[in-house]
């Protein structure tokens, strides 16, 4: 799969700002500063499309890109900044709840982790959110290029234990500045869409 056309379609933090329904949607939510702007930008072959912030915590918007006019990729406000205040996360946490829980066309989130670090109680918090919600099974690791290939693989096998992850759910390593892992990633994009796709022909 390759991305050819990219644009911001709409900035929401209430659903009457959604753009309407209609389209798969495939979102990307992490931790605060975890690369997520990046790895779009990688994914879209944008410099640009999704801005790179110096403050963590700074977009506290759900960001609709529209991809190849065939899908959306959804930027969800990276969690657990220690700065933003008890009510401004419990607003994050009811934009969240209401975007994941009756979005139409939503197929899957996928989660970043820091590849360099044991998952926080919060990435926990968030995956097992998504598996509530069906929407877990894949996690992309990011900055990998910070890890020597063997410490990779541990790092990698303590993200799956750390998160309760199942054997069929995928960890898959990426490097935004190395541009390097965000194939795979494309890849199960693609067979998400696929399946949708399938699904949408037998429902007709």
Known sequence: MQINKSELEAVAVKSVQYPEPGVPEIAFAGRSNVGKSSLLNLLTRRKNLARVSGSPGKTRTINFYRINDEFRIVDLPGYGYARVSKSESE????MM???LENREGLLKVIQLVDIRHKPSAQDVQMYDYLRYFNLDGIVVATKSDKVSSNQRSKNISEIRKTLGMSKSDKIIAVSALKKSGH??????????????ERTEEFDV
Request: a negative charge.
């Open 91 to 94: 607003k994050w946490g009811a």
């Open 97 to 99: 709840e209401g975007y």
């Open 183 to 196: 194939e795979a990633l494309l890849d199960e994009i693609n067979k998400l869409l696929e399946s949708y």
